[in-house]
Nanobody
Framework: QVEPVESGGGLVQAGGSLRLSCGDS????????VAWFRQAPGKEREFVAG????????SYLDSVKGRFAISRDNAKNTVALQMHILKPEDTGVYYC?????????????????WGRGTQVTVSS
């Protein structure tokens, strides 16, 4: 069973950068497709970026393309989300989610294992 744990959130000014990390204490996340979702107050949770188990496939929300990059290190059982040129509209709780399968897509229902989230706040 995968137990994602997020870290790296915080407060940053617009235009700044943050790096989020998702680890798994059970050491099994390397076999799974993984995605980052985010949820702003009063809004639905939305897909931000996804990566297949071997990093061969990556996908992004249109509004973060060119600013965010998802990556993984299966030897360390971690998945990272590097965020640059942050905007106030990027503010929200960011969740790491692992699918049962080796692939990742934008559908929330695909993901069985969810972390508790980490807060990202971008000030203007």
């Amino acid at each position: 069973q995968v137990e994602p744990v997020e870290s790296g959130g915080g407060l940053v000014q617009a235009g700044g950068s943050l790096r989020l990390s998702c680890g798994d204490s059970n050491g099994t996340i390397s076999n799974h497709g993984v995605a980052w979702f985010r949820q702003a107050p009063g809004k639905e949770r939305e897909f931000v970026a996804g990566i297949s188990w071997n990093a061969a496939r990556k996908s992004y929300l249109d509004s973060v393309k060119g600013r965010f990059a998802i990556s993984r290190d299966n030897a360390k059982n971690t998945v990272a989300l590097q965020m640059h040129i942050l905007k106030p509209e990027d503010t929200g709780v960011y969740y790491c989610a692992a699918a049962r399968s080796a692939l990742a897509n934008t559908n929330t229902d695909t993901y069985t294992y969810w972390g508790r989230g980490t807060q990202v706040t971008v000030s203007s």
